[in-house]
């Protein structure tokens, strides 16, 4: 098995390196595009929250915070109360920062290995900015919200049912601080984070691109077209969202019907995301447990979607990811490189000098 495993990793691999040396101008286009989408919308996005998320922990005000959502929370779910305060933040803060909150945890053993792989899976949101910025607005907007986030606490509830686990009583006495150099300390670390999450979507667009030129996207989009009765280009946006969840913006306007599996390919969270998360457990912790939580979140985004789909649509016009999102994108890449030096510059000065 390990050999075949090896066998199939180097033909993928000559694959990849034919495509790029033979295409390079299909490469070229994908890599300017990923590189594109992290200066305008990832990084002004994302690396705010990658910092706030290191200073919620390092400074303790996440064990605070548990204190109070265990014993709130804790009545319903038997929940750390560290993990429940990582799950509310997260619905709010975007795809990776779940899952990086609660590898810190880890790290810092406060959980443990197993708890860590089971909630992974679980912190796990869009964010409401994504949601009704890029995908959908309105009633639509407030349908795929409370569609992801209600697959979450179900999944939530089912997990905690495998062991009740309680911070520690040191966790819980833990001390609110917050210093200059623990401020230092979680720039630099958003700024690592994001470089990896960066570099990552750029190999996954010229995979993606790698995947059309094959016509694999296409086959499959055909069949899942014939499927769904919907149109084969819409088909194939789906699939597409299903690798890079972004691509839900490129979804037709006014077609509510769609809704239930746009809120699966959101709860989902795409392939792409997946590879962001490996970057970031740097391989000390699986993610495909979080692939097959996150399966099941899809299925059940999509169902609680389709059941509530009447109660939201009533008479009005949907338009599904009709907005190209402003919120989060900014209209040159001037601010992000500049974000970039200025971390850049912080690594210097935080480095230890050798004279």
Not at 267 to 274: A, D, N
Not at 279 to 295: N, Q, W, Y
């Amino acid at each position: 098995m390990k050999k075949a495993k090896k066998i199939l990793f180097v033909i993928i691999l000559l694959i990849f390196s034919v495509y790029c040396l033979c295409c390079a101008e299909e490469v070229r286009n994908a890599a300017f595009s990923a590189v594109n989408r992290c200066l305008t919308s990832l990084i002004p996005s994302l690396y705010i929250m990658m910092i706030l998320s290191s200073l919620l922990i390092s400074s303790g005000i996440i064990s605070a915070a548990g204190n109070f959502t265990e014993r709130t929370l804790g009545k319903f779910l038997p929940i750390n109360g560290g993990i429940a305060a990582t799950l509310l933040f997260s619905s709010i803060a975007g795809y990776p920062v779940g899952a990086k909150m609660i590898y810190s945890q880890y790290s810092s053993g406060r959980i443990d290995r197993r708890s860590a792989i089971l909630w992974s899976g679980v912190c796990f949101g869009a964010g409401s900015a994504f949601i009704f910025g890029c995908t959908a607005s309105g009633a639509a907007g407030n349908l795929i919200m409370i569609s992801t986030a209600a697959a979450n606490l179900i999944l939530a509830a089912l997990i905690s049912i495998f062991g009740r686990t309680r911070s520690s009583g040191e966790e819980n006495s833990r001390k609110i601080a917050v210093s200059a150099d623990m401020l230092t300390n979680s720039v630099s670390s958003a700024g690592r984070s994001m470089a990896e999450i960066c570099f990552v979507v750029t190999a996954f667009s010229v995979i993606a691109a790698l995947l059309r030129k094959l016509g694999i996207i296409t086959a499959i989009g055909g069949f899942f077209a014939k499927y769904l009765h919907i149109p084969a280009a819409e088909a194939e946006t789906l699939i597409t969202a299903f690798l890079d969840v972004t691509a839900v913006s490129e979804l037709p306007k006014n077609n509510f019907t769609l809704l239930p599996i746009t809120a699966a390919a959101i709860s989902f969270g795409g392939i792409c995301v997946f590879f962001q998360i490996s970057a970031i457990f740097r391989g000390k912790l699986p993610v495909l447990p979080i692939f097959f939580t996150r399966l099941c979140g899809g299925i059940l985004s999509c169902v609680i979607c389709r059941l509530l789909l009447p109660y939201f649509i009533f008479s009005e016009s949907i338009a599904v990811s009709a907005v190209t999102p402003k919120i989060y994108q900014a209209s040159s890449p001037v601010p992000s490189l500049i974000l970039i030096v200025m971390t850049a510059v912080l690594f210097i000065k935080a480095s230890p000098s050798k004279n």
